[in-house]
């Protein structure tokens, strides 16, 4: 029996699909250092758990308006407009969504058209390396993905004549993720009011159905000297920025799915009102306790969002400084979110001490992991130039830092 083209087309995330194994392989006793998906190994604050384990008690166990309560709506409405200062955004503007992968995944599917007949697909701008699930998502709902490279000389960062370079009436959508996965670098508000000002231009000529999707899952792990910024901030396109965010790395509550898509103006509402009318065709609505916990999480634990967000900054830099003392190895200063993502280039086409040619990031990956029990992400699907690195989350323990990278050390001496 066939499955859809659709499907068969889709590649698994490499990103769980690395952690589902390192976590098999730990559940059968191995002692694998895991490194892979971007998942903080605190505990969600004390408080969400109580307000969300109430709220079972109290028998909030059922169907909730598919958006999410008006109330939980009305608290992330006020963050964005204080917080991230984002202009008019009310509850009629937020969508609470099941993770923030829903989020983006309905935020593309009322966005783009499926081509009809000949049509010339509509394209996602997509700087890279991105992580891995944008492309896929967009390309699901008939997109086009075009890749804006960066290098780690330009910070892993576009320029505004790059992206002016890259719109043309196809583009629909450009993606922004600062701080980013897999970089961990950020764009100064100066540079994010830049970007801005180029869709704006472009939106008065060429795509004027252009929008920005920005990814701001990582708005509170920032460390560096870079404060953080919402794109949608900007006059110039508060109204045609869908904004998305989420507990699950913050207050690390990855496993409780919330996530919130959000916009401004007439747009805004109008988006909103078509993923609501999506997830009410699929999901139906988030958990009910889940709000419970989410709000307490809002609004009374930053100082567990403190806490984590300090261990971060010192994680971060541990990494960073064993890291590029690891002969071969080149990796930039992580300034936000929890990861790096180091170029192993030097040692490709060599062959590891268990026998394995590592023509590229899959391969190095593949044997760190059955050679010295190290989960790291491979590069490729974080976007064309990926081959020739890896992903590390450093979303763990300072001592499993200290050992994997000892471990790393041992893997890249034995290699030939
Ligand atoms: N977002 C996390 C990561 O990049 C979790 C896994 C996933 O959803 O990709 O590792």
New binding site residues.
């Given amino acids: 029996m066939r499955i859809s083209a659709r499907a068969n087309s889709l590649k698994p995330?490499s990103?769980?699909a690395v952690?589902n194994r390192a976590k098999a392989l730990k559940a059968q006793g191995v002692d694998v250092l895991n490194f892979?998906?971007?998942?903080p190994d605190f505990n969600s604050p004390q408080r969400a758990k109580d307000a969300a384990i109430a709220a079972i008690s109290a028998n909030q166990t059922r169907y909730i308006e598919t958006a999410g309560d008006l109330a939980s709506r009305e608290l992330i409405a006020g963050f964005l407009r204080e917080r991230n200062r984002i202009p008019g955004v009310t509850a009629d503007h937020v969508i609470i969504t099941s993770g923030v992968?829903m989020a983006l995944y309905m935020a593309f599917q009322c966005l783009f058209d499926v081509p009809a007949g000949d049509q010339e697909a509509q394209e996602l701008l997509l700087p890279v390396p991105a992580?891995?699930?944008f492309a896929p998502m967009a390309q699901l709902a008939g997109a086009k993905v075009v890749e804006l490279p960066t290098t780690p000389e330009s910070d892993f960062k576009i320029t505004p004549e790059q992206l002016r370079g890259a719109i043309s009436p196809r583009s629909r959508a450009l993606l922004i993720n600062s701080p980013s996965?897999p970089c961990s670098t950020m764009y100064t508000p100066d540079e994010l009011r830049a970007l801005a000002e180029v869709v704006a231009e472009a939106s008065r000529t060429v795509a004027p159905d252009l929008v920005i999707v920005s990814d701001e899952l990582y708005q509170n792990i920032v460390f560096g000297d870079v404060p953080f910024a919402s794109i949608g901030s900007f006059a110039s396109v508060s109204e045609r920025t869908i904004t998305i965010n989420g507990p699950g790395k913050s207050f690390a509550m990855t496993g409780w799915r919330l996530g919130w898509a959000s916009g401004s103006g007439e747009f805004g509402k109008k988006v909103v009102s078509a993923m609501t009318k999506l997830q009410g065709q699929s999901t139906t609505c988030v958990p009910a306790f889940c709000l419970a916990g989410l709000r307490e999480a809002l609004s009374h634990c930053q100082s567990d969002l403190e806490v984590m967000r300090a261990a971060f900054a010192v994680r971060g830099a541990l990494m960073y400084d064993l890291l590029r003392a690891v002969p071969g190895v080149k990796v930039a200063r992580p300034m936000g979110a929890f990861y790096v993502f180091p170029d192993i280039s030097a040692h490709l086409h060599r062959t590891s001490a268990g026998g394995r040619l590592l023509s590229g990031a899959a391969d190095f990956a593949a044997a760190l992991l059955d050679e010295q029990q190290v989960a790291v992400v491979p590069g490729e699907d974080f976007g064309s130039m990926g081959h020739r690195h890896v992903r590390m989350?450093f979303a763990c323990g300072e001592d499993q830092i200290r050992k994997g990278i000892a471990r790393l050390n041992a893997f890249i001496a034995g290699l030939r």
């Fill in positions: 995330s990103t769980v952690m892979s998906a971007g998942e992968k992580w891995v699930s996965n989350s």
